[in-house]
């Protein structure tokens, strides 16, 4: 299945995705259309509830026949229909490993409610007994390593919760923002999809590819990726997204730091929520990071303190969360 290898192609998901006739995407991860009345560029996101449902369980069903045996299967979607997808997961035999929940800072502002500040993502798997997660690439270290210096304290720290609030919506004034899409995920939330529940190489589907993050983090991560949208102009300003972080991979080759290194360091210092300058400053609380860096990046020999202590200076604007 190497002719879908690193494409962003445009159409519709289910009629591609019908006629490939064996499995081939080892994660997919969607972010469908919530049905609250989006404008995008080629789809108005507001139809009748049973036309959309049927369309849910039509596209969903079209990702499952093309996802590997042992492959992962995540979804982003809203509240009001949070409950059918993880039932029309089940119908389709997949088996839900977690319901998480995106908390983020500048939820959506409302007059008559409580502002809405969470997206449900939904993680499947295909087969139970079978997959892929790999616990180092997303592992923090702990409070008791950190705060209470306990000994018995697990040294490759803790697996995150399923109530993810280190990754904000990506607004209009972030250097990520791609001004041109509505709705964009951020590429480090992304990035823990990706680095636990597949391994370089793997191939990673996006069937509503939208801004193309899915892509972008998967590029960075060393992984295949294949896109699929309806709208010509997106896969275009995608395709150019991906040509610019091309770019940067060969500026990273001369530098001591490979793309995917210099992703994981950002990503690693976004999840442990510790100000840059206190990192940099505490050799203890560098110690640690740098030993969950060490096991993310693959078990490598071990970085040099004064190399990532420079490179940590670019995020010392960065906003903490702890």
């Known amino acids: 299945m190497r002719k879908f290898q690193n494409q962003i192609l445009c159409g519709d998901c289910i009629e591609l995705l019908n006629g490939i006739k064996e499995p081939f995407a080892d994660l997919v991860f969607a972010d469908p259309p919530f049905n609250i009345g989006y404008q995008y560029d ?8 049973n036309n959309y449902l ?18 992962s299967f995540y979804i982003a979607i809203g509240d009001d229909y949070a409950a059918h997808v993880r039932i029309i997961g089940e119908d389709l035999g997949l088996t839900l490993r977690n319901w998480i929940i995106w908390h983020y800072t500048f939820g959506q502002q409302t007059k008559a409610k409580f502002a809405r500040s969470y997206t449900h993502i939904f ?27 306990d000994k018995r304290s ?20 972030f250097n990520e923002r791609q001004g041109w899409h509505p709705c964009q995920m951020p590429e480090l939330l992304l990035g823990r999809i990706i680095a636990v529940s597949s391994n370089p190489g793997d191939l990673v589907l996006d ?32 395709q150019q997204r991906l040509k610019d972080i091309e770019i940067v991979k060969h500026v990273y080759e001369n530098g001591q730091l490979s793309m995917t290194e210099y992703f994981e360091l950002k990503r690693l210092f976004a999840e442990m929520g510790v100000a840059a300058q206190t990192l940099i400053s505490d050799d203890k609380l560098l110690g640690f990071f740098l030993e969950q860096y060490r ?28």
């Open 42 to 49: 080629k789809y108005h996101d507001k139809v009748e509830k």
């Open 54 to 71: 049927a369309w849910t369980r039509d596209w969903m069903a079209t990702c499952v026949k093309v996802l590997k045996p042992n492959g």
């Open 123 to 149: 993680y499947f798997v295909k087969n139970p007994k079978h997959y892929v997660f790999n616990d180092l690439a997303v592992r923090l270290p702990s409070d008791r390593q950190l705060v209470y210096k």
């Open 154 to 173: 697990n040294a490759t720290g803790k697996i995150p919760n399923d109530v993810w609030d280190t990754y904000s919506r990506v607004c209009g004034t």
């Open 207 to 238: 069937p509503f590819n939208g801004s193309g993050t899915t892509a972008a983090a998967a590029m960075q991560l060393g992984r295949e990726y294949f896109g699929i949208d309806i709208s010509n102009e997106y896969v275009k300003k995608t």
């Open 295 to 322: 096991l993310r990046t693959n078990g490598k020999k071990g970085y040099d303190a004064n190399l990532i202590r420079e490179a940590l200076k670019e995020f010392t604007t960065w906003v903490t969360k702890r």
